[in-house]
């Protein structure tokens, strides 16, 4: 306000929306006891932001004031919609309704402390022209509602899935582009498939362990496992799973990668299991690795580099973690890397703890092979500022 002039006021709405996308809704709402110009221009903001911690967790307000604010707004298209909910069934709804409005990015999660939200397919229809990026935290989800993610999304390239628990067979969206699945239970054997998948990111699954098929397209990717992994199903753990019908594996799977970080403790048999078959790796430059790689004298290691001939950056994790599930199986017997030379390798990264003598045995192995190598970074895990730096 100058001489009386509201100049705020006096700007285009397309200008204000883009502001008030930016807020919270409920302050978006409180611009509009301002003056009447100020009164409904809210509704035309193409993003809403809605969080039940705003209202201090009064679920009936928070209801009521989301519920409103929808049939408000109308069919105006939305870019966005941000959702953090906490054991409110309308939210069902909600979601349903928003995917309506030409939806561009939906960001809907559960409040961790309560159980997992189910989205069932006669409620909330993912089918959507517009949509592009998906995320969904702590929500489940079975075969018939993701069917629409895979085949009725043409315009999705991000899918994000955290903490939830996922009866889906497969994920095999054609405009997918990346893919991030992190802490959530597999119940069924989870094929990804995505042709045009450009980023995976697999963190820390439970029960099931994730097969991938074959990805032309894939630049960057990221597999970690913890013990939880082999928790019992508590759907199935009185039945024995059938192997006999798998086809896919996740090493081969990921054999386009440019980078690659494959995080496990030691004697992790879903790494273990696939290196005697593992694939040539003729795009990656970059590979992380962690404790799983260090039996048998460094063999999972050196095999890897063996397959891998243009590898530029090679970073090793360290930790000493062995996976007290897969240390009762018998030992994997790694293949022979036999006699080959890493051309390309220039730098090497070792994060370890203080001690660990095996740091000297692997710089060992890496001499003769690694005779490009221009760079060694050894770095103690709690002291990271005692960094040493050989070559």
Same mark, same amino acid.
């Given at each position: 306000?100058?001489?009386?002039? /509201?100049?705020?006021?006096?700007?285009? /709405?397309?200008?204000?929306?883009? !502001?008030?996308?930016?807020?919270?809704?409920?302050?978006?709402?409180?611009?509009?006891?301002?003056?009447?110009?100020?009164?409904?221009?809210?509704?035309?903001?193409?993003?809403?932001?809605?969080?039940?911690?705003?209202?201090?967790?009064?679920?009936?307000?928070?209801?009521?004031? %989301?519920?409103? %604010?929808?049939?408000? =707004?109308?069919?105006?298209?939305?870019?966005?919609?941000?959702? =953090?909910?906490?054991?409110?069934?309308?939210?069902?709804?909600?979601?349903?309704?928003?995917?309506?409005?030409?939806?561009?990015?939906? #960001?809907?999660?559960?409040?961790?402390?309560?159980?997992?939200?189910?989205?069932?397919?006669?409620?909330?229809?993912?089918?959507?022209?517009?949509?592009?990026?998906?995320?969904?935290?702590?929500?489940?989800?079975?075969?018939? %509602?993701?069917?629409?993610?895979?085949?009725?999304?043409?315009?999705?390239?991000?899918?994000?899935?955290? /903490?939830?628990?996922?009866?889906?067979?497969?994920?095999?969206?054609?405009?997918?582009?990346?893919?991030?699945?992190?802490?959530?239970?597999?119940?069924?054997?989870?094929?990804?498939?995505?042709?045009?998948?450009?980023?995976?990111?697999?963190?820390?699954?439970?029960?099931?362990?994730?097969?991938?098929?074959?990805?032309?397209?894939?630049?960057?990717?990221?597999?970690?496992?913890? #013990?939880?992994?082999?928790?019992?199903?508590?759907?199935?753990?009185?039945?024995? #799973?059938?192997?006999?019908?798998?086809?896919?594996?996740?090493?081969?799977?990921?054999?386009?990668?440019?980078?690659? #970080?494959?995080?496990?403790?030691? =004697?992790? !048999?879903?790494?273990?299991?696939?290196?005697?078959?593992?694939?040539?790796?003729?795009?990656?430059?970059?590979?992380?690795?962690?404790?799983?790689?260090?039996?048998?004298?460094?063999?999972?290691? *050196?095999?890897?580099?063996?397959?891998?001939?243009?590898?530029?950056?090679?970073?090793?994790? *360290?930790?000493?973690?062995?996976?007290?599930?897969?240390?009762?199986?018998?030992?994997?017997?790694?293949?022979?890397?036999?006699?080959?030379?890493?051309?390309?390798?220039?730098?090497?990264?070792?994060?370890?703890?203080?001690?660990?003598?095996?740091?000297?045995? *692997? *710089?060992?192995?890496?001499?003769?092979?690694?005779?490009?190598?221009?760079?060694?970074?050894?770095?103690?895990?709690?002291?990271?500022?005692?960094?040493?730096?050989?070559?």
């Amino acid at each position: 306000m100058h001489g009386g002039l /509201d100049r705020i006021s006096n700007l285009p /709405d397309a200008l204000l929306h883009h !502001v008030m996308s930016s807020l919270p809704t409920l302050d978006a709402v409180h611009t509009s006891v301002l003056s009447s110009r100020w009164r409904h221009t809210w509704t035309g903001a193409p993003c809403l932001i809605l969080d039940l911690d705003q209202f201090g967790g009064r679920r009936e307000q928070f209801s009521s004031f %989301v519920s409103r %604010v929808l049939r408000l =707004r109308g069919v105006a298209p939305l870019d966005l919609f941000r959702l =953090r909910s906490s054991g409110i069934e309308e939210a069902k709804f909600w979601i349903r309704c928003a995917i309506r409005n030409n939806l561009k990015v939906l #960001e809907f999660s559960e409040d961790m402390e309560c159980e997992p939200l189910r989205l069932e397919r006669d409620i909330v229809d993912f089918t959507s022209r517009h949509l592009k990026s998906l995320l969904l935290g702590n929500v489940c989800l079975d075969g018939s %509602v993701f069917y629409p993610i895979n085949s009725a999304c043409p315009a999705l390239q991000r899918l994000e899935l955290r /903490d939830s628990s996922l009866e889906v067979p497969e994920i095999s969206s054609a405009s997918l582009l990346h893919l991030d699945i992190t802490n959530c239970c597999l119940f069924e054997n989870l094929l990804i498939s995505a042709p045009s998948l450009e980023s995976l990111s697999i963190k820390d699954p439970r029960y099931k362990a994730a097969m991938v098929k074959k990805l032309p397209s894939l630049v960057v990717a990221v597999v970690t496992f913890d #013990e939880f992994l082999h928790c019992s199903d508590p759907v199935e753990e009185d039945e024995e #799973e059938d192997w006999d019908d798998v086809t896919y594996s996740l090493l081969d799977g990921l054999s386009n990668a440019r980078s690659m #970080e494959l995080i496990a403790a030691e =004697r992790e !048999v879903a790494f273990d299991w696939e290196i005697p078959e593992c694939p040539m790796f003729n795009n990656l430059t970059s590979l992380t690795l962690g404790e799983w790689c260090t039996p048998d004298e460094f063999s999972p290691l *050196l095999y890897l580099l063996s397959r891998s001939p243009l590898l530029e950056n090679l970073t090793l994790k *360290l930790n000493k973690e062995v996976c007290r599930v897969c240390s009762g199986e018998e030992p994997t017997a790694f293949p022979g890397a036999g006699a080959f030379t890493a051309d390309h390798l220039k730098k090497v990264t070792i994060y370890f703890q203080l001690h660990d003598e095996r740091v000297g045995v *692997l *710089l060992k192995l890496l001499a003769p092979i690694g005779k490009s190598i221009e760079d060694i970074e050894l770095i103690p895990s709690h002291f990271p500022s005692l960094v040493r730096r050989w070559l």
